[in-house]
């Protein structure tokens, strides 16, 4: 069953608040917008999380949040989803792309606490977002510094939606050396980044080849090819098939 979204709310203090340990039958997931809030699960010693932070509790689990001054601000969800025993315990999730890219996208889309039917099914989508993310690699990736660098090194390749952008623009832009970003990037991912730019640009072809009407002289400028020869160069070189030939299936 996909997450049937209960209730979202938006909370805020300025002083000291706490809510005791409690549990209840359904999901929760906690963001943290500002400053700090504190958190125990049962039995166990007290969490703090911070402003971009998430916290997703399983049914059933008893837990407790403080906060203390100078105040804090958070949205709650709270949500039905089965089956309620795939997680055993509370999942945090520290502030990184995801979290920051989740959270934005709830802010931007629902202003309001009393949501829309398109508002309410918009958010229940992005729960069950969040849990094919808890189940990827992705999740499983350590925060350091290095990984973090590896991450906003593939946001800005997908970022630029298929069209061309250079190590030495990747370099230049994040203030590291051309040996430096591509040493580290073979290290983490065991592939080159060149090669990891070429994949990302050869999958958008693909999909604009497949499933866009647009012709081949469109897709190879929006691309940002230099021309149709280079466009088709590079698609044969990557799949053994010219663009045409990818098109028509054969």
């Known amino acids: ?7 979202l709310f938006k909370g805020e203090r300025h002083d000291y608040g706490k809510v005791n340990m409690h549990a209840h039958k359904f999901w ?3 963001i943290v917008t500002r400053h700090h809030v504190a958190y125990t699960m ?14 997703l509790i399983p049914p059933g ?3 407790e949040f403080v906060y203390e001054p100078p105040g804090a601000a958070w949205i709650t969800l709270k949500f039905e989803r089965s089956p309620a025993d795939c997680l055993q315990r509370e999942v945090t999730l520290r502030k990184s792309l995801f979290t920051e ?38 999740a499983d990736q350590t925060e350091d510094a290095p990984s973090q660098l590896i991450r ?7 970022e630029r939606n298929g069209k061309p952008i250079s190590v030495d623009e990747i370099a230049q832009e994040l203030s590291y050396t051309r040996s430096h970003i591509s040493k580290l990037f073979r290290q983490l991912t065991g592939e080159s980044l060149k090669s990891f730019i070429d994949r990302i640009r050869l999958d958008k072809a693909k999909e604009m080849l497949r499933y866009s009407e647009f012709n081949i002289s469109y897709i190879t400028e929006e691309l940002g090819f230099k021309d149709i ?6 698609f044969k070189r990557m799949t053994g ?9 054969k």
């Not at 049962?42 to 916290?55: K, P, T």
């Not at 709830?106 to 808890?134: N, Q």
């Not at 906003?152 to 997908?158: H, K, L, S, W």
């Not at 020869?229 to 590079?234: E, G, I, L, V, Y």
């Open 1 to 7: 069953m996909n997450p049937n979204l209960l209730i």
């Open 28 to 30: 929760q997931l906690e």
């Open 42 to 55: 049962l039995n166990e010693e007290r969490q703090l999380l911070s402003a971009g932070d998430m916290l």
């Open 61 to 63: 689990l008893e837990h």
């Open 101 to 138: 890219k989740f959270t934005a996208s709830l802010l931007a889309m629902v202003t309001g606490t009393i949501l829309r039917p398109y508002e309410k099914r918009f958010v229940e989508g992005m729960l069950e977002a969040l849990f094919m993310y808890l189940e990827s690699e992705e």
């Open 152 to 158: 906003t090194v593939t946001d800005m390749v997908r």
């Open 229 to 234: 020869f280079t466009f088709s160069r590079f």
């Open 241 to 249: 098939a010219n663009p045409r030939q990818y098109r028509s299936g």
